[in-house]
Nanobody
Framework: QVQLVESGGGSAQAGGSLTLSCAAS????????TGWFRQVPGKEREGVAI????????SYADSVKGRFTISQDSYMNTQYLQMNMLKPEDTAMYYCAAAPYSACRVDGNFALPPPGRMVYWGQGTQVTVSS
């Protein structure tokens, strides 16, 4: 069983920065694909960034490329989402999610998967960006 606990959400001004953390436990093979998803009330959950914990390969949504960075600690037990140049449209509930590596294979390549492929979810942390 994989458990994920997010922290680090909060409020920021547009142009500011926040860092989210996801503390993960459980078999590493079950969370080789770990990443961040977000959801706004009334809208579908969407992928933000994903990392292959065993190799460090990453993939991002186009909307956050160049602004957000996903990383992990050397023990591969904590994943981070560094969010810079925040925009009001980044306001959402952010969820950490994990799955075996197969979930992140899209058309034979490592890529940000649809939320339905993820197996384990954290409780979420709110990010609010004001203009």
């Amino acid at each position: 069983q994989v458990q994920l606990v997010e922290s680090g959400g909060g409020s920021a001004q547009a142009g500011g920065s926040l860092t989210l953390s996801c503390a993960a436990s459980g078999a590493r093979s079950n969370r080789d694909c770990t990443g961040w998803f977000r959801q706004v009330p009334g809208k579908e959950r969407e992928g933000v960034a994903i990392i292959r914990t065993s190799g460090g390969v990453t993939s991002y949504a186009d909307s956050v490329k160049g602004r957000f960075t996903i990383s992990q600690d050397s023990y591969m037990n904590t994943q981070y989402l560094q969010m810079n140049m925040l925009k009001p449209e980044d306001t959402a509930m952010y969820y950490c999610a994990a799955a075996p590596y197969s979930a992140c294979r899209v058309d034979g390549n490592f890529a940000l998967p649809p939320p339905g492929r993820m197996v384990y979810w954290g409780q979420g942390t709110q990010v609010t960006v004001s203009s």
